[in-house]
């Protein structure tokens, strides 16, 4: 975690903590560090295992409502993704838009200075917007090309299928008209003795 952006953090909370008459916990300080160590969105089964390996351990309970309060203080973002709820140390990194596959769930930070500048420019009745986080959902070039596939291996098997019936059927029919030839033959001689 950069210095000063830890250190502000530390004292919001610090700040927040005082003012609410709560204590300041070695494992808040503990989650809030870990937090600002990702790079990047991370799960609470993620920020568990690092605090594991740092030899701190925590409660599934402690976790949620320390996480709960650093979103409180918008230390910490939570983002609902496909493949479940992912968190961001959210301090001083601004506005964010992600793009979400729907197949795979792949998730990317889209940097489009287009789209924030829109956004920015955008005037909100009787609201004061400090950041953003936009989600883009659709499928990634990855998914298309395999669903490209599957679909074109779908269609040529129907196709074979539909040639193979097609075959048998007329197979049949040549079959049949043989026979059918093959009754009026006899039906002829028969009537002639």
């Keep these: 975690m950069k210095e000063n952006v830890k250190t502000n953090v530390e004292q919001i909370l610090a700040s927040y903590l005082e003012a609410n008459n709560l204590r300041k916990t070695p494992e808040r300080s503990a989650i809030l560090d870990a937090a600002y160590s990702f ?65 795979c769930g792949k998730t990317t930070i889209v940097r489009s200075p287009e789209i924030s500048e829109a956004l920015e420019k955008t005037h909100l009745r009787r609201f004061h917007k400090d950041v953003f986080s936009m989600y883009i959902y659709g499928i990634c070039s990855t998914c298309l090309a395999r669903q490209t596939r599957t679909k074109r291996k779908r269609e040529e098997e129907k196709e074979r299928e539909l040639e193979e019936k097609r075959k048998q059927v007329e197979k049949k029919g040549k079959v049949k008209e043989k026979q059918r030839k093959a009754g009026k033959g006899l039906g002829r001689e028969g009537s002639t003795k």
Excluded at 51 to 78: C, D, I
Excluded at 85 to 92: D, N, S
């Design 39 to 103: 790079n990047g969105h991370f799960s609470l089964e993620q920020l568990d295992e690092y605090l594991l390996k740092k030899n701190f351990r925590v409660s599934r309970a402690t976790l949620y409502n320390t996480m709960r309060l650093f979103m409180t203080l918008r230390l910490v973002v939570r983002h609902r993704l496909n493949k479940g709820t992912v968190y961001e140390a959210c301090f001083a990194s601004g506005s964010r838009c992600w793009q979400i596959c729907t197949m």
